[in-house]
């Protein structure tokens, strides 16, 4: 794949690339958090990271992997040195969204590589867990962003909002909206 203008890339950009080097080399990750907003909301939402889960791999073996496309840790992130505007950060998983542990990612194939990244439909429940269990109202707004830009499924969000004992944090996200 070829390399991304690494000054002015987007998350997308970003993410295509390093995800499918990755993958390439036996990594599979699950892109989570605001990144995947600023996907979904077509650039709209700029997060400054790209978030991937990954469990298949040690610490070790990932930094030596992304050492090849040039990336080098910084504390728990890693940066490349052409593109200070965007990082990578690996927190842990397993996927989750709140107590749903039964995630299912969307994929995409980038250059025979299949990457993935969570639906329109998570991403709204990860934005809404961080709002019901922060208070981070940003990412309420995050998720209206995304509702308004993606088809997803309302009833599995009201569905899931109501497991979480927060039936308002689908309300306020419907009346956003």
């Known amino acids: 794949m070829k390399e991304p ?21 036996g990594i599979q990750t ?63 998983g397993p996927v989750a969204i709140g107590d749903d542990y ?3 990612p969307e994929e995409q194939e980038i250059n025979g590589q299949v990457i993935q990244l969570l639906s329109p439909t998570d991403c709204i429940k990860d934005r809404l867990a961080s709002y019901i269990h922060f208070g981070n109202r940003d990412t309420l707004d995050q998720a209206v962003l995304v509702g308004q830009k993606q088809r997803v499924n309302k009833k599995e969000i009201k569905i899931w909002c109501d497991n979480e004992s927060r039936p308002d944090a689908y309300s306020d996200w419907l009346r956003l909206l």
Not at 5 to 25: D, F, I, M
Not at 41 to 57: E, F, H, K, T, W
Not at 62 to 68: A, G, Q, W
């Open 5 to 25: 203008n690494w000054p002015s890339c987007s998350e997308k950009q970003l993410w295509e690339y390093v995800a499918s080097y990755l993958a390439s080399n």
């Open 30 to 92: 699950v892109m989570v958090g605001g990144s995947v907003v600023a996907i979904y909301s077509n650039g709209l939402y700029q997060s400054g990271d790209i978030d991937l889960i990954q469990s298949d791999v040690t610490r070790a073996t990932l930094t030596d992997v992304l050492k090849e496309i040039s990336f080098y840790p910084e504390g728990r992130l890693f940066r490349h040195p052409l593109c200070p505007h965007l990082y990578l950060d690996f927190p842990p």
């Open 102 to 104: 039964h995630i299912q």
